[in-house]
């Protein structure tokens, strides 16, 4: 039945500062990148090691996402990462602020977190 998960749809509320964020700091290439007149909206289809997984989308004026207290709904993105301290060195020559590292008590592998520029929260989770 289901084979894979396609791509996750973000709505972002500053179009440039978030595509520099998933392309110049998350390194995602991008496919295509569309701006659709009637929609008043960008559309930005990224790729990870060439698989597409990200759809970017403006629109104007959406509203913001809770996201503390956690509400109801997709919690938060997460990347499978082979060396979690590089990833953190990474993001912290960007000066984006990282939660501290925690150990997963199922599996005991190490994991943190970072937030994108609309605070959507993204996990980076040692394998």
């Known amino acids: 039945m289901l084979k894979d998960i396609h791509h996750i749809a973000i709505i972002c509320s500053n179009y440039e500062r978030s595509k520099f964020f998933y392309t110049q700091v998350l390194q995602l290439q991008i496919i295509r990148e569309v701006y659709r007149e009637e929609r ?16 970017l989308f403006s629109f104007p004026d959406p509203p ?11 919690r938060h993105l997460a990347f499978a ?21 925690r150990i997963d008590e199922a599996t005991g592998k ?4 970072i937030a994108d520029p609309d605070n959507l929260p993204i996990e980076f989770y040692e394998q």
């Open 64 to 74: 913001k996402r809770v996201s503390r207290p956690e509400a109801l709904g997709l």
């Open 110 to 113: 190490k994991f943190t977190f």
């Open 81 to 101: 990462v082979e060396n979690l301290v590089e990833v953190m060195d990474h993001c912290q020559k960007q000066k984006i602020p990282i939660e501290p590292v």
């Open 40 to 55: 008043q909206s960008y559309k930005l289809d990224l790729a990870l090691n060439g698989k597409y997984v990200v759809e």
